[in-house]
């Protein structure tokens, strides 16, 4: 089946702007997951929703960074006044479900690099 | 402040030999411990997972891993490498207790050479 996808690949803008970065979840998959990556570092973690809520946003840095999940299957992480620093690579991941506490595997998608001139 | 720490950014080894990829965490919690892979161009990949039970846990292509929680270690190890192995690899940690988010090592580039 389909695993999770991500658009666009590639996003290029300018300091100050707006930007939206989706997320496609596999199909059926309850919990969805937030990450950035910058260069030279691991994945940090940003938000993560169970259905349409967030249940855990500790990880976004500021007010700037925002995402929802209106219907519970596709996700949109917004970044407002972007930074030259909010430069890295957004990944998205999706599991069936958090009720086991960590157990279910997290699937990533490709990403979305993000170049903030 | 729990972390998770790969002290190798790069290991060069030559084909058909065996590599050790290393992983070490700090907890005073119980934890899941995870191996991705992350291809060029590609997202991450789970090779292996630990959760309970058997220290020894074996995953994808020939990839297996062992905790160690005395020197809270979760080494990955592969006794032939192939030069399709050439990639990112990064360790994760997952404190139960402390939500679904996984907090990643900084990687660990493996290269593979002829």
């Known amino acids: 089946g389909a695993g999770v996808s991500q658009t666009p690949s590639n996003k290029v803008t300018e300091k100050g702007k707006y930007v939206e970065l989706r997320c496609d979840p596999i199909?059926?998959?309850?919990?969805l997951y937030w990450y950035r990556q910058s260069l030279g570092q691991g994945p940090e973690f940003l938000i993560y929703f169970q259905g349409t809520g967030a249940a855990d946003d500790s990880g976004l840095p500021n007010d700037r960074f925002f995402a929802v999940r209106p219907e519970g299957s596709v996700s949109t992480l917004k970044i407002q006044r972007t930074e030259r620093g909010d430069s890295a690579v957004y990944l998205c991941?999706?599991?069936?479900?958090?009720?086991?506490?960590?157990?279910?595997?997290?699937?990533f998608g490709p990403g979305t690099r993000l170049l903030v001139l | 402040a729990q972390s998770v720490t790969q002290l190798d950014s790069q290991v060069p080894v030559f084909e058909e030999a065996p590599v050790e990829l290393r992983c070490n965490y700090s907890?005073?919690?119980?934890?899941?411990l995870f191996w991705y892979v992350q291809y060029p161009n590609q997202g991450l990949q789970l090779l292996l997972k630990?959760?309970?039970?058997?220290?020894l846990v074996k995953g994808i292509n020939g990839f297996e891993a062992e905790f160690n929680k005395s020197q809270t270690s979760f080494h990955l190890r592969k006794p032939s490498v192939h030069i399709s192995d050439t990639a990112e690899y990064f360790c994760a940690v997952i404190w139960t207790g402390g939500g679904n988010k996984l907090t990643f090592g900084t990687g660990t580039q493996l290269k593979v050479e002829l």
């Open positions: 907890s005073s919690v119980s934890v899941y």
């Open positions: 630990y959760l309970s039970g058997s220290t």
């Open positions: 991941a999706s599991s069936v479900s958090p009720a086991s506490g960590g157990q279910e595997t997290q699937y």
């Open positions: 199909s059926g998959h309850t919990a």
